[in-house]
């Protein structure tokens, strides 16, 4: 069986000691190893910093950009293959594996049209110039340059191709050498992407390295010219913030943690019309896609009270009808949690949910998948968790269950109201509202904005449109307050912000123009 | 003698328990006792959040200006008693206490007309709004809104005037209510301040709270709508960050911390030039002004090797003839430390500088101060220290020494090699550069941007105007990555971001522009 190899310091290398057995989570039939036992992670670093940044940092904006493409163009030339191996190797439908892939070139692209709109420069002017004196010669200009560090992105297992390429994407753009480590679990895409790229892309030596196997002491060799980015749990992105080297260096960390989701129906939005139509739509989505294994999937699902038994009623007839089994299977419409360990934790996370009110459908139970060995797969069923109207519910706002399992939570129609029961999640990546009523929608979505990096309001009008609150789109920021990690990604050209240094030049205006244009030649 | 009350839940109070006595340490004095044993922390911050935060988001952005423009006023009327308190209690000569409490005043002014300038709004539009799908309909836009916590302050000993009000400015106008925490020694003035405003300037009640005395268990309430702004010690910074209810809570955190700041002389500034005489003058103000007690005065000073034994004998000629005594005399141009502690902190510091080179001028041993007592005051005189040219001289590149010393190092004259030099002191907040060589100047300051918060470019043409490389303007980003701490205060507008959250609006382009709108209602 094939042990995956790392690259870095601009070569193949494969770990030694104990190594990771990679298996389909459908089938746990093994697939890979991994291990990244007695890599150098200090040289890896150094080679990133000291030929990937100047290699980097020389290229324009718009060559950089043309960077992302190229890796694109080569990723999408192995698409079929790609999602193959997503299925095989994350537990995923095909469905699902094109969300992950294609959200993966879909953001690759996007950042590449950023990069050719930004065209000759090799940093970032920030804002108008400003006068400081009495005449004008006296002058400030912020500017926002490349960073002379590492980025370290550290992923979650859920999105190996879309986490990988993402944060890629935005610190290749701003002129950072990247070092990223997939979650082992599910490191088989990203290793065939990174290898893709290697191959075909073209990048400049040292601008992409990558990291299977354990983290071990790469973060203890971090300087403050580096930044590290990270998609997982709390407690792993609280080991991370804690570390002596990310405090005596202040280095930047950015950090996609736990976030209770919540989509708010409003009471103007009857069963059948268009817009609670939608509301039904992307709540069954984000409880089935990817098993629920999304960090925006929606976990509470807030109703007006009178509603709540019309609308758990339907979600748990519709929820009821999911196939779930070995995505290889035609049939299946849902697909294994990724791990063993995924489904201990999730199957201990719904029973400590339905403490704190009732199953309405499914169980914490092991369940056989459909097409898969009999006893093998990590499967378990869609779950719907009814709490009571006005219960204090602990556990429901501060544990996120990562699997198929949502709460229904009956609610007044008032619109503060909603805004504190979402609230006490303690900050969350996105949540949705759904109404046409702007009276109601204004007071929600404002209410709702301080707790969060994004806010989705449903409507019919935009239901052809839309792919739901659980799509994180380039465009906008991803990240968000308190649980959800206090971070902040994409948004377009505000990601890059996070790898580069923003700097005041104070003094004669001439000179400071001449410097600042100098970036256009 | 007088115990200093912090103004905490609305009014004030005094602390029990062990009291600090506050000297004037130019004599030594006792002026005031403080602390704030017993007072309820916790109950404080609730007090501003619930209170306080409310209040301040119910105005508009125009309207928090006017606050501002109150404080302002109400601080000028009291200017000469503020001065003179400066002056008795910080060790401060009348200029020196000019600079903190203009430099305030000034700040407040400048926040005061941002306001105006947002007007109607209480949140502020972040960018363009985005077409996310094939048809207009679908949008998203970016907002910033306050968020609901408390904006906590720790401030350093050595401004308490500006520190106190360059950061209470920024947090009032973005709409967080503030709990400011001036050093002890030298809280007389900026308890006087708060008495001021909150006598005269109707602010609502919670927005600003003071607390006079130790941190004590303030920092381990802190919630996920919180932010810390710091300005102190990089050890202190680094112990704020290590909290668990920070990291657990993602509480935005910036620091303000050590810096090694360089000026450096280019080659083609002869002595006698207007560039070299701006350059001679900088280094002089910062390494007397506030007995170089400041976090961006000039540390290291770079010289062109064949020009450094010049640039020594003229440095030791003119800081030879500083007076150092008690401020309250006329003919003292440079104060005391501000306290014992920093006397005894700077005097093993400069021991410690002079083992990497010599000590071309002053010494390690105590002064007695022209005009005070016999063997009282904080007094250590200017001094100079020369490290020989290529020399490592790791502690001048890793010690601040926070007084009115020095190092000057001789260079090759090559800009990549100042750049590498100054590089060596990991991160700061400001380095300046001498010359009226364009390409020269290109290449240094692009060179020391990724490591700073700031360049300042100092040439004769602007010696009229500038305040040099020490002063922080309102209109610029001051912090710096690494050892500096990695934070970004003022900077114009750009200073609210730190006490907003940024969120993406998602939906129906009629239904967002609708509420985005309604904030100018």
């Not at 709109?117 to 004008?136: H, K, N, Q, T, Y």
């Not at 736990?258 to 129906?265: K, T, V, W």
């Not at 939608?278 to 409880?287: A, P, S």
Request: proline share 6%.
């Amino acid at each position: 069986m094939r042990t995956l190899p790392s690259y870095v310091c601009g070569g193949w290398a494969e770990g030694k000691g104990d190594l990771e057995t990679l298996v389909n989570p459908a089938t746990e039939e093994p697939l890979a190893r991994a291990g990244a036992g007695g890599l150098d992670r200090k040289a890896a670093l150094e080679y990133a910093r000291l030929r990937g940044g100047p290699a980097l940092r020389a290229l324009t904006l718009a060559e950089r950009g043309a960077l992302l493409q190229a890796m694109g163009d080569a990723l999408l030339a192995h698409r079929n293959e790609l999602l193959d191996l997503s299925v095989t190797s994350g537990g995923n439908t095909r469905s699902d594996a094109k969300f992950d892939v294609d959200g993966a070139t879909f953001t690759l692209a996007a950042y590449a049209e950023i990069g050719k709109g930004l065209g000759d420069a090799r940093f970032l002017v920030d804002g108008e110039g400003i006068a400081l004196g009495r005449s004008p010669r006296f002058h400030g200009q912020h500017v926002a340059v490349p960073r002379h560090g590492v980025a370290v992105h550290i992923n979650a297992f859920n999105f190996p191709a879309w986490g990988l390429l993402e944060k890629s994407a935005v610190a290749l753009l701003a002129g950072m050498p990247v070092l990223t480590k997939p979650a082992t679990a599910s490191a088989l895409l990203a290793h065939r992407m990174v290898e893709i790229v290697v191959e075909e892309a073209g990048l400049p030596a040292g601008a992409l390295s990558l990291l299977v196997g354990g983290v071990g002491d790469l973060l203890e060799h971090l300087g403050p010219q580096d930044v590290v980015a990270f998609t997982g749990s709390s407690e792993t992105g609280a080991k991370i913030r804690a570390l002596g080297s990310v405090i005596r260096h202040s280095v930047r960390v950015n950090v996609e943690a736990d976030s209770l989701n919540a989509a708010i129906l409003g009471p103007d939005a009857a069963p059948g019309s268009e817009t609670c139509d939608l509301f039904m739509k992307d709540v069954m989505r984000d409880v089935t896609q990817k098993a629920g294994q999304k960090c925006t999937a929606i976990r509470r699902v807030l109703v007006p009270a009178p509603l709540a038994a019309h609308i758990r009623d339907e979600l748990v007839d519709r929820l009821r009808s999911v196939v779930v089994g070995n995505p290889a299977e035609d049939a299946v419409r849902m697909g294994p949690l990724a791990t063993a360990h995924q489904l201990r934790d999730v199957r201990a996370g719904i029973g400590r949910l339905a403490a704190d009110g009732r199953l309405a459908l499914g169980s914490a139970e092991p369940l056989a998948g459909v097409g898969a060995p009999p006893g093998k797969g990590f499967f378990v069923g869609p779950c719907l968790i009814e709490v009571e109207g006005g219960a204090a519910a602990p556990t429901v706002h501060s544990l996120e269950v990562f699997g198929p399992a949502a709460t229904l939570i009956p609610w007044s129609g008032v619109p503060a109201e909603a805004t504190e029961v979402v609230a006490r999640g303690q900050g969350g990546l996105v949540s949705s509202v759904y109404s046409d009523d702007p009276t109601f929608l204004s007071e929600v979505v404002l209410g709702l904005a301080p707790f969060h990096g994004r806010v989705f309001l449903g409507s019919g009008k935009i239901a052809e449109q839309s792919p739901g609150p659980g799509t994180v789109l380039p465009q906008l920021v991803h990240g968000g307050p308190g649980r959800a990690g206090g971070g902040e990604e994409l948004g377009g050209p505000r990601g890059l912000g996070f790898y580069l240094q923003r700097v005041a030049l104070e003094g004669s205006r001439p000179v400071i123009e001449k410097i600042v244009g100098i970036r256009s030649g």
